[in-house]
C-alpha cells in the first residue's frame, strides 16, 4: 500500500492495482500482473503525472500511469520480485528472490505521461541470498537492500557495483566496517529512511532496528 496526496494504491495475492479516494471509496481497480503483487510504490513527476510502480511474483516490475492503461515492463529478474523502490531522480530500483538488485532508467517527465514499452536496466548486483526489501536512501547514490539471512547491505548506484565505503555510512547514520549491517536474527523484511536519515529496519520475528 502506498498514499500520495488524496490517492491511496493497494496491491494484493489476485495481482490487482486497486486505487481509493481519502474516504476509502474504490475509484478504480485493474490487473496488473500474471500472480500476486509482492510491493507498490506511486510517484509523481515534475508535471504532476503520477505512476504505479509494481513488483509481482511473475518475475517483472511495472509502471502504469494511474488510470492503469499505459504500462511499462521491467523484466530481467529470474525469480519473484520481492521489492520496488523510486530514488531522487526517478531511477526505479528492484529486489527478487533470485538474489539480484536492478537499477532501472529514470521515469520523470514522460511526455503527455505515456510511458514508453520498456526500461532499460542501468546495473545490477548480485548476492547468494534472496532479496526481501530494496529502499533507495535520501542520497541518489545509495540503495539499501535487506535479506534473508538478515543481512542488510548499502550499494552504490552511481559509480561501481561495490558496496560503499565506511565514511558515507557514517554520514548516512549507519556504522559497521565492513559496510554490511547485521544484527537481525531473521529475514529483513522491511526498509524505510526515518528522520536524519537514519534506516529504519524489521525483520520476519518482529524485531526493528534504526
Partial sequence: MDSLDSIIVTGAEDAKVRVWDSEGMLVRDFVAHRDRINDLILHADAARNVFIATASSDSTARVWDIKGWNTQVLEGHSQAVQSISVDCNTRTVTGGLDGEIRVWSSICDVPDGILPLCNPCLLSFQCDVYIYRVCALGSSKHVASGDADGIIRV??????????????????????????LKGHQAAVMALCVGKNNRLVSGDAVGAMRV
Avoid: F, R, Y
Fill in 155 to 180: 550499494w552504490n548506484i552511481d559509480d561501481s557495483p561495490a558496496q560503499l565505503s565506511s565514511p558515507v555510512l557514517t554520514q548516512l547514520g549507519l556504522c559497521d566496517e565492513d559496510c554490511v
